[in-house]
């Protein structure tokens, strides 16, 4: 086993563990209902593809790496500290940026879909692969539809 495929997948992995929370954390907190429920469903997707991701690893024997889990779950957790230039109430311009976050971490997702349909491994799943690479494909037109979306919030003060 290649020591780049097992930083690959630990890599997205932990990539993966911040990016839930951070789906689950929009879905709950969101200023607008519409994108609340719409993130939600997402977040259940996400952590479909999650568990999509360990059995790839699984079939590869490559496990996820706490060291690197547990700082990109913290990660997330200090991003929502940075303050939109309110301190007392939630900025319209957190719920542009969560959303801008959102969809930078689907389209790194299917990225590494795409690379590993690529990659000459017959343990690689391609029917399993272009499903997951094209339902990231749907969920960042989605998040780009809400995203847009919001836009009117850039003149609000």
Same mark, same amino acid.
């Given at each position: 086993?290649?020591?780049?495929?097992?930083?690959?997948?630990?890599?997205?992995?932990?990539?993966?563990a911040?990016?839930?929370? *951070? #789906?689950?954390? @929009?879905?709950? #907190?969101?200023?607008?209902?519409? @994108?609340?429920? *719409? @993130?939600?469903?997402?977040?259940?997707?996400?952590?479909?593809?999650?568990?999509?991701?360990?059995?790839?690893?699984?079939?590869?024997?490559?496990?996820?790496?706490?060291?690197?889990?547990?700082?990109?779950?913290?990660?997330?957790?200090?991003?929502?500290?940075?303050?939109?230039?309110?301190?007392?109430?939630?900025?319209?311009?957190?719920?542009?940026?969560?959303l801008?976050?959102?969809?930078?971490?689907?389209? @790194?997702?299917?990225?590494?879909?795409?690379?590993?349909?690529? *990659?000459?491994?017959?343990?690689?799943?391609?029917?399993?692969?272009?499903?997951?690479?094209?339902?990231?494909?749907?969920?960042?037109?989605?998040?780009?539809?809400?995203?847009?979306?919001? *836009?009117?919030?850039l003149?609000?003060?």
């Amino acid at each position: 086993m290649s020591n780049v495929i097992t930083t690959y997948l630990q890599d997205h992995h932990a990539g993966s563990a911040a990016g839930l929370a *951070a #789906f689950r954390r @929009v879905g709950e #907190f969101h200023g607008d209902e519409e @994108v609340r429920a *719409a @993130v939600s469903r997402m977040a259940d997707e996400v952590a479909q593809d999650q568990a999509a991701l360990e059995e790839i690893m699984a079939a590869l024997g490559v496990k996820p790496a706490p060291l690197k889990d547990l700082p990109a779950r913290a990660a997330e957790k200090v991003a929502r500290l940075k303050p939109n230039e309110r301190l007392n109430s939630r900025s319209p311009l957190s719920d542009i940026e969560e959303l801008e976050g959102l969809q930078a971490a689907v389209h @790194v997702k299917g990225l590494g879909w795409r690379l590993l349909l690529e *990659a000459p491994d017959n343990r690689l799943d391609e029917n399993t692969l272009r499903e997951l690479s094209e339902r990231a494909q749907e969920q960042e037109r989605t998040l780009d539809l809400l995203r847009l979306g919001q *836009a009117h919030k850039l003149t609000r003060s």
